[in-house]
């Protein structure tokens, strides 16, 4: 399994990115996945998931109505769209499988940085 994370960069405060995850040697189709970040000093946070089917999907409360996921299995591509972005989203986000229910990593990428500055 081979996940790639692309579209992180340095924006201000307030302003916005969207994150893909291309994903190969798996079929999304059947599978969990979202992301999760770490800053440095802090231990991994679980951001957001979205089910196999795109039915379902969960936000950690900091990100709730102004991070969206979506999924595009045709494309074998996941996205994390981010507005509203504040200073503390600053980290390096990770696109990553799940298990059921959006608990448990199981294969994740090399990860992409997200910069916000004040």
């Known amino acids: 399994a081979q996940l790639v994370e692309s579209g992180g960069g340095l924006v201000h405060s307030g302003g916005s990115l969207r994150l893909s995850c291309a994903v190969s040697g798996f079929t999304l189709d059947h599978r969990n996945i979202g992301w999760f970040r770490q800053a440095p000093g802090n231990e991994h946070e679980e951001v957001s998931c979205?089910?196999?089917?795109?039915?379902?999907?969960y936000f950690t409360d900091s990100v709730k109505g102004r991070f969206t996921i979506s999924r595009d299995n045709a494309k074998s591509t996941v996205y994390l769209q981010m507005n509203s972005l504040k200073p503390e989203d600053t980290a390096v986000y990770y696109c990553a499988t799940y298990g059921r229910g959006c608990h448990g990593i199981g294969s994740w990428g090399q990860g992409t940085q997200v910069t916000v500055s004040s």
């Open positions: 979205i089910s196999a089917s795109g039915g379902s999907t």
